[in-house]
């Protein structure tokens, strides 16, 4: 005997698919987009990565390693935070990266195999998804960071000029908004 669906059922299997289908465009290859920006953003953008080494230069990159040091400070110009880092990329033939700082008397190692990120404490690899998440995104955010100004020509990327700027030393720049 065939028997009926419940509305309600239906709308669930529905909103499930729909989800399911998102998600799968999420993770899509983005490879095939467009860069859309205007010409002034091309032309400044195109003179940064000229004065990064040109992007013949960058492309031939396989590995970088450099020391980091980050100093944070409070709104009267008092230090509040330092971290001395260690940066290890692989960018060719894939993906890797190791990232070693020490914190107290612990030492931090971020480490993204191409695969996964893990977070290890003074050697010794966590479990907790919390640390595994912040091995992600503090591995990939410092890649994306250390890619500049290479990632603003990304497939996919938006470029658009807003202003010149004065920064907080007297200096003028020109400001451009990218996203993706």
Request: hydrophobic share 35%; glycine share 4%; with cysteine.
């Amino acid at each position: 005997m065939h028997q009926k669906l419940p509305p309600f059922s239906a709308i669930i299997i529905l909103m499930i698919v729909l989800i399911s289908c998102k998600q799968n465009n999420n993770t899509a290859d983005n490879s095939n987009l467009p860069v859309a920006m205007d010409d002034s953003s091309r032309i400044i953008i195109d003179r940064a990565i000229a004065y990064a080494g040109g992007d013949d230069a960058w492309q031939q990159k396989k590995t970088l390693s450099f020391d980091k040091k980050s100093i944070s400070y409070d709104s009267t110009g008092k230090v509040t935070h330092e971290l001395d880092q260690h940066l290890d990329y692989m960018m060719k033939p894939e993906f890797r990266a190791k990232i070693i700082y020490k914190q107290n008397d612990t030492t931090i190692t971020l480490i993204h195999d191409g695969q996964k990120a893990r977070k290890l404490y003074n050697g010794k690899a966590t479990t907790e998804q919390k640390d595994i998440d912040n091995a992600w995104s503090l591995v990939l955010s410092s890649h994306y960071n250390m890619c500049m100004p290479y990632k603003l020509k990304d497939a996919g990327t938006k470029a658009e000029y807003i202003k010149i700027t004065t920064l907080t030393d007297g200096e003028q720049a020109q400001e451009i908004k990218n996203y993706l």
